[in-house]
């Protein structure tokens, strides 16, 4: 009889410390997820929109920089439509790389770069064909 008291109570024990075992695995590994998703959520919001607004203030005061020193080569007296061209190019690559840094979709911003592309290509292209004709 004592054997089989012995054998109840090593058993019980058994038990308490299997399920002791398994809270512990559990609470660890509710910890462990939460964590991730902690970190997977630090990772994931790297582009605020603080982060957002910064950067296209950046490139419009880029911008505004280019336009004033384009004015400066003007009353300067430098070759008015070299410069002209310079600052067209410029503003039209400023402005595309603002749309896209503010955070507009590829469908909102393709007809404009498209827009933008076609006015650098009629600058560059007639710049190259007036010269072509004058030799």
């Given at each position: 009889m004592?054997?089989?008291?012995l ?7 058994d038990a ?5 075992s398994?809270e ?14 902690a ?15 910064t950067?296209?203030?950046i ?11 384009g ?9 008015i ?6 600052l067209?190019t ?7 790389l603002?749309?896209?840094?503010a ?7 393709a ?25």
């Amino acid at each position: 009889m004592e054997q089989e008291n012995l054998t109840d109570i090593l058993t019980e024990q058994d038990a308490l410390a299997l399920e002791k075992s398994i809270e512990n695995r559990i609470t660890t590994e509710s910890n462990i997820s939460s964590s991730a998703i902690a970190e997977s959520t630090e990772t994931q919001a790297w582009w605020t929109v603080q982060n957002a607004m910064t950067i296209s203030a950046i490139t419009l005061i880029f911008g505004i920089i280019v336009i004033m020193i384009g004015a400066y080569l003007v009353r300067k007296g430098s070759e008015i439509e070299g410069v002209l061209r310079l600052l067209a190019t410029i503003v039209i690559l400023v402005g595309s790389l603002f749309l896209v840094v503010a955070g507009y979709t590829e469908t909102q911003v393709a007809p404009v770069i498209g827009l933008l592309g076609t006015i650098a290509g009629y600058l560059l292209g007639k710049a190259r064909t007036e010269q072509s004709s004058q030799t």
